[in-house]
Structure formats: structure tokens, C-alpha cells
């Protein structure tokens, strides 16, 4: 079993340091990008979790030791750049989790309060006090990434405990009573690739017991079949029910 809290210490060990005060992070790559019709993005380096789908496996989720330090002011500078030049209104940090270094993020999004910053998370960090800092920040949407419709498909997508997937829904539940908004302020997503009509069920279920209002704002996500995608899931033993092609074409349906 892969340990998210052994992998958070990995991370904060190799990845994010602090001086004088302030939280660098090691990012990959700044580029904008056509989710949410177009959104200047940073790659981070680090994730808590090693999804069996991840996209960003290679360069950033699973890497620890590499890409350049940065502070905030340089992310928001080089994200204000990419939005200026491309007119885009939002932004975000996407690639590995942005919560494993939350000073980090919060001052990122600080730095840009004239854009709507989309906090892409998988939300196993959000506890009440991390709620709360996002709730305060009014530029901040926050999209949090469930994996699987259910703890056993959490286990089967992340190779980790299924305690963890209680932990997304409990983020959702922390952010909703912080003051954030359902559907406007706070989202949930789901990788609904690995998972059934009756699965994906529940998991409406589970978002209408913390709001009623979250189901009808659920993002689904299917596995990108990216040929890295479909070489790590060959090595997880993973195979999807749903999935789309590169350019969003579904591919086939089990
Ligand atoms: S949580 Fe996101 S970034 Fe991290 S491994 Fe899973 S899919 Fe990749």
C-alpha cells in the first residue's frame, strides 16, 4: 500500500523549502492551456498520491528532486504574464497537489486577486483551518478531484488506504462550511473512469449528504488515454471502463 502521508513528508523533504520566511515550491513548466476556455497554468512538482491515471506521472506528480525553485511572487508573476498575453480571466496550479505547501499557494493566490484562481486539489489536505483560509480569499474556486466513486475504487485507482477517500468528501464538507458557496466557490470532480453507473451513484449519494446542492455541479472525469497514461496503467494492472482519447473522443465504453 502506498502511504499519502509518507509521500506528503517525501514531498515537503525534496520539494519545498522556506527562507526568510517564504515557501518556494520546484515548478516544471508555465503554459497556457484550453480547460475551463482557457487558463494560465503552473506545473508543480509533488503530489501525496500516485493515481494509476495520472497524466502528469512523468514530469511532476511522481518526481520529487527537480524543476527550479520558485517563490509566489515569480508563480503569479509568470501566471499574470500567460493570462495578459492569451486574455484569460483564471488561472491555476495544476501538475502535483498544491496543498502540500499551503502558505505557498495562499500567497500565490494572493498575488493575483484580479484573477479567479481554480484550486485543483484532491483534497486530502484540507482540514477546517485550510478550509477556512480558502473560504477567505475571494478569488479562490476550489475544485477538488475525488478519485473513484467509492473508498474500494480509491483504493484500486491510488493503491493507497481507503481511509483517504473520506478525507476528499470530508474536504468538501470543511470548505461548504467555511462559507463557500456550492457550485460557485466550491466543486467536486470525480475520476469516473474505473467506475460503474451504480458506483458513480453513490458517490452522489455521499455529495448530496454534505450538500444538497453538490451532485449537480459534480465534473466528471474519464482516464485520458495519453500512450504514458496507458503504460502506467498496464503497470497498476488498471483498466478503465470509460475513457476519451487525447482529443476527447470517448474510446470505449465496457
Ligand atoms: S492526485 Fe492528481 S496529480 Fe496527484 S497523482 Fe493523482 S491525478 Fe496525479
Not at 90 to 105: D, F, K, N
Not at 191 to 211: C, P, Q, V, W
Not at 235 to 252: D, H, I, K, M, Y
Amino acid at each position: 500500500m502506498i502511504d499519502p502521508e509518507k509521500l506528503h513528508q517525501l514531498v515537503l523533504r525534496f520539494a519545498v523549502r522556506e527562507e526568510g520566511g517564504v515557501v518556494y515550491r520546484r515548478y516544471r513548466r508555465f503554459r497556457g492551456d484550453r480547460w475551463y476556455g482557457g487558463i494560465a497554468t503552473a506545473d508543480v512538482v509533488g503530489c501525496n498520491l500516485r493515481c494509476g491515471m495520472c497524466w502528469a506521472w512523468r514530469n511532476t506528480s511522481y518526481v520529487l528532486a527537480a524543476g527550479d525553485w520558485m517563490a509566489p511572487w515569480d508563480v503569479a508573476r509568470r501566471l499574470d504574464k500567460i493570462a495578459r498575453d492569451r486574455g484569460y480571466r483564471q488561472v491555476r496550479i495544476s501538475g502535483g497537489e498544491p496543498l502540500i505547501a499551503p502558505r505557498h499557494l495562499l500567497a500565490v493566490v494572493d498575488h493575483l486577486p484580479h484573477y479567479i484562481f481554480v484550486v485543483e486539489t484532491n483534497g486530502i489536505l484540507i482540514d477546517r483551518p485550510v478550509a477556512r483560509e480558502l473560504a477567505a480569499r475571494p478569488n479562490a474556486v476550489v475544485r477538488v478531484s475525488i478519485k473513484g466513486a467509492t473508498p474500494r475504487e480509491f483504493a484500486k485507482i491510488t493503491a493507497s488506504p481507503e481511509a483517504y477517500f473520506y478525507k476528499q468528501l470530508e474536504a468538501l464538507r470543511h470548505l461548504v462550511e467555511s462559507g463557500m458557496l456550492p457550485c460557485r466557490d466550491v466543486y467536486p470532480a470525480a475520476m469516473l473512469g474505473f467506475s460503474t453507473d451504480e458506483s458513480a451513484k453513490e458517490l452522489e449519494r455521499a455529495l448530496a449528504d454534505i450538500d444538497p446542492r453538490l451532485p449537480s455541479c459534480l465534473d466528471v472525469e474519464y482516464v485520458i488515454l495519453y500512450p504514458h497514461v496507458v503504460k502506467l496503467m498496464a503497470a497498476r494492472g488498471l483498466t478503465p471502463t470509460r475513457a476519451v482519447t487525447p482529443s476527447g473522443v470517448p474510446a470505449f465504453m465496457i
